[in-house]
Each structure stands twice: as structure tokens, then as C-alpha cells.
């Protein structure tokens, strides 16, 4: 079936550098997602994106976050700079369509470690 | 509030025998329902799901039912074998997003053993 798929599957940083997470979505899909997940807790919303624009972002979605799709590309998460609360996994998800119903195809995360 | 509660957080059921997970939620305008598969290493992947407009549907070995009442789904897996022994997470979709943001509940471990 349709896969997305997430690069690096695991990142360790320090703390105030700056990381980028990249999305490669189903291929015919235009419209993307990023939520993350504490260890023990479940994935929160963070920000869904469209035609270049992020359409909604949660409180969880910091000044220091951002997210692109330059050129149809990878999709990115942007951090910069890091603390130690972004350390979770980051998934990516994409769908087809728009609206409650669309069903959205998830990566496998990336696991994102702050030092 | 859009949380989404979900229990039991682990469980274990002998092989043959059925699966109960269940799901809890607060905005009552949520009006979607689907249920993720997530398998060590592998990606979360929709099995099931369940609109507002139904009580109940079933597909293969897979029941979910809805109350919207009791603002309560659960997922029902019936003939359990050791191919379904993975993580579960239940979600809602409030209908106030503009568009389709899914609220997670915290994920059920379920382990089948012969």
C-alpha cells in the first residue's frame, strides 16, 4: 500500500542546535501532517499544511518550529533552536483529501533525542 | 476539551479468544473515529473506522461500535492470533479543525499468546 517514509529514523542532538526532520509522502498526496510523541504519552497534533501554508497549528507548535515543502520535496519540521522537551518521535502523515474524513497515511517516526 | 482517554494501556489475551479496547472522548461534535495499528518499527496504519452516523460496523475480524451518548467507541477483536499482538491507538476528529486533526488516545499494547 501507499507508504510514507521518514529520514533519519533516529536523530541525537545537543540541545540548541538546530535539526530538520524530512517527510517523504505518498507520492500523489497534498496535503501534510507532523505530530509528536512523548515516550508514555500519546501523538499530539501539531501543525496539518497545504499549498505551501500551514492551515493549522497546535499551542505544541513553538515560535522555533517551522515546516516546508520546497519544490514538492521532502516535507520538513524545522527546529531551531532545540530544547530538551522536543526530545519524542515525530511522525509525518500525509493524505489525498481534505476534511474530517480523509484518511491520513502515517511514517514510521523519527526519534528525535535532545541532550 | 478534545481529549481522548484509552484503556487498558496493556493487554494480554490467549490466542482464539477476543480483544477490548476502549475509547472515550469530550468534544462532542467529534464525528470521526478511526483506529491505527502500529506494529514494532512499522508505520501506524488505519484498520478501522467508524462517522457519527453509525453505531456499529464490522469488517473482517474487526468490530467498532459508538455511542455517542456516553461520548464512548471501542474496537473489538474477535479470534484473536498472535499477527494481531501490536500497539492500537484510538482517535477522534473534532469537527471544529478546519481541517482533519486528529486527537490520539494514549495507545493500547495488546499481546496475544498461544
Known amino acids: 500500500g501507499p507508504k510514507v517514509l521518514q529520514i533519519p529514523s533516529h536523530q541525537i542532538i545537543d540541545m540548541g542546535q538546530m535539526v530538520t526532520l524530512n517527510c517523504d509522502p505518498v507520492?500523489?498526496?497534498?496535503?501534510f501532517y507532523w505530530y509528536k510523541q512523548i515516550l508514555g504519552q500519546q501523538m499530539e497534533f501539531l501543525v496539518n499544511?497545504?499549498?505551501?501554508?500551514?492551515?493549522?497549528k497546535s499551542k505544541l507548535f513553538k515560535d522555533q518550529f517551522s515546516v516546508e515543502r520546497p519544490d514538492g520535496s521532502y516535507f520538513t519540521l524545522k527546529i531551531q533552536p532545540t530544547a530538551l522537551e522536543d526530545s519524542a518521535v515525530y511522525f509525518c502523515?500525509?493524505?489525498?483529501?481534505?476534511?474530517?474524513?480523509?484518511?491520513?497515511?502515517f511514517g514510521p517516526g523519527t526519534r528525535l533525542t535532545v541532550l | 476539551g478534545e481529549q481522548v482517554e484509552q484503556l487498558p494501556s496493556i493487554l494480554r489475551v490467549q490466542e482464539g479468544s477476543s480483544a477490548s479496547i476502549n475509547c472515550t472522548y469530550e468534544?462532542?461534535?467529534?464525528?470521526?473515529f478511526p483506529w491505527y495499528k502500529q506494529e514494532p518499527g512499522e508505520n501506524p496504519k488505519l484498520i478501522i473506522d467508524?462517522?457519527?452516523?453509525?453505531e456499529r460496523k464490522q469488517t473482517q475480524g474487526l468490530i467498532v461500535l459508538l455511542d455517542k451518548k456516553a461520548k464512548r467507541f471501542s474496537l473489538h477483536i474477535t479470534d484473536t492470533q498472535p499477527g494481531d499482538s501490536a500497539m492500537y491507538f484510538c482517535?477522534?476528529?473534532?469537527?471544529?479543525?478546519?481541517?482533519?486533526?486528529?486527537?490520539f488516545g494514549q495507545g493500547t499494547i495488546l499481546k496475544v499468546y498461544l
Open positions: 502523515a500525509s493524505s489525498f483529501n481534505w476534511g474530517v474524513y480523509a484518511e491520513q497515511f
Open positions: 507520492s500523489n498526496h497534498l496535503y
Open positions: 499544511f497545504y499549498n505551501g501554508k500551514v492551515m493549522e
Open positions: 468534544n462532542s461534535a467529534s464525528n470521526y
Open positions: 467508524i462517522r457519527s452516523n453509525m
Open positions: 482517535a477522534a476528529t473534532p469537527t471544529t479543525s478546519s481541517g482533519q486533526k486528529l486527537v
